[in-house]
């Protein structure tokens, strides 16, 4: 059988203090996931309320134009000048 050798305290002491570091580093691990988990979650969260906003105004938009085009029929709309151009008939029956 072989003889049984006792580590020095200085050697216990660094075997005790590299566990306490893994275990540190380990507990430090799990709070990053956690808190990595919780994070995308509210991401996730956000990015679904923003894309059913965009869904909503799309939508509006759609709304707004077939009634606009109901009134007033086709044409242009020109955002810098604020103006209206219709398409004539004539326009129409060339396309």
């Known amino acids: 059988m072989a003889k049984e050798i006792k580590f020095t305290e200085e050697e216990v002491g660094q075997i005790n203090n590299l ?11 799990g709070q990053v996931s956690v808190e990595r988990n919780k994070r995308l979650a509210e991401l996730e969260k956000v990015e679904n309320e923003l894309l059913e906003k965009h869904s909503n105004l799309v939508e509006e938009e ?34």
Request: glycine share 8%; no cysteine.
């Open 19 to 29: 566990r306490n570091q893994v275990g540190n580093v380990f507990t430090q691990l």
């Open 62 to 95: 759609r709304e707004l134009f077939k009634g606009l085009n109901e009134k007033y029929g086709d044409g242009n709309y020109d955002p810098t000048t604020n103006t209206f151009i219709p398409v004539s008939q004539e326009t129409k029956a060339e396309q």
